[in-house]
């Protein structure tokens, strides 16, 4: 059993998540609450889901269930792209920012961590108990460690963030992202090239 902080807790039963059916809160969120903390200030909570049924019924419960501040919770629509929509639900002065994913819709909560390029970041939690997706997980979280087995993408706007946190880099990731970064340097800033002055 685990103690998520009572303020976070409540946001937790309302998106009521489940490691088998879904859905899922993972990241940045659990990251914090295996620590015992409470969320920073924007209450940030990334939700993933099994299905694009599951999504919509997600966020048709949440319109539905709290449409305006007459109950004790209240609904804000924020913003929707390809990736995601993120609302707000707002209580007693405090607000939680929810982003609903729909890039990854997935069978099992093993998927969306296969996704992850970050080791700390594997971690769920169904509200009751937490699973990670790398034996490394908890111990990256509480010695603020980053490591990349696979670079993806987004991976140096992600380390950014992570660094900012107060995160250290492995010296394997660190070699990793070098050599992609001197890649893409010396890719972008080739002095073969003949560039004309526009």
Same mark, same amino acid.
């Given at each position: ?87 707000? &639900?707002?209580? +007693? ?8 994913? %729909? #890039?990854?819709? @997935?069978? !099992? ?53 992570? &660094?900012?946190? +107060? ?8 070699? %990793? #992202?070098?050599? @992609?970064? !001197? ?16």
């Amino acid at each position: 059993m685990i103690d998520i902080p009572q303020l976070d807790k409540q946001i937790v039963d309302i998106i009521n998540p489940d490691f088998e059916r879904g859905p899922w809160i993972c990241g940045g969120a659990c990251m914090s609450w295996i620590q015992g903390e409470e969320l920073p200030i924007y209450r940030d909570i990334d939700v993933y889901f099994k299905s694009a049924t599951q999504w919509q019924l997600f966020v048709t419960q949440m319109k539905k269930i709290y449409p305006d501040t007459n109950g004790r919770f209240s609904y804000t629509h924020v913003v929707e792209t390809d990736n995601s929509l993120t609302f707000w &639900l707002k209580a +007693g002065g405090h607000q939680w920012t929810i982003q609903a994913i %729909k #890039l990854y819709y @997935s069978e !099992t909560i093993e998927e969306i961590f296969s996704k992850f390029d970050i080791t700390a970041c594997k971690i769920a939690t169904d509200g009751k108990t937490f699973k990670v997706g790398s034996p490394e997980t908890v111990n990256h979280i509480f010695n603020k460690i980053i490591d990349i087995p696979e670079l993806k993408l987004n991976s140096v706007a992600r380390v950014i963030k992570y &660094l900012a946190k +107060g995160y250290t880099l492995t010296e394997e990731t660190y070699d %990793k #992202l070098s050599a @992609s970064t !001197t890649t893409v340097w010396d890719f972008k800033y080739d002095t073969s090239i003949e560039y004309s002055e526009q």
